[in-house]
């Protein structure tokens, strides 16, 4: 993900057809090792919440 200004973007990210297999492939590894994880789905509109319980916010830019 690209920075423009403060706004991110999405151009160079990978086709989804490519990304969603990574992208499951991580889900499930992070749940068999104990992990929450909530998915979307790919190719959709989406309206997304996070709320932030503590002190701090990791993101994570991998």
Do not use: C, H, Y
């Amino acid at each position: 993900m690209r920075a423009v200004g403060r706004r991110p973007s999405w151009t160079a990210a990978a086709p989804a057809e490519l990304a969603e297999p990574l992208v499951t492939a991580v889900v499930e590894a992070l749940r068999d090792r104990g992990a929450k994880v909530e998915t979307g789905r790919f190719r959709t509109q989406m309206l997304v919440e996070s709320v932030n319980v503590g002190p701090r916010t990791i993101l994570l830019d991998l």
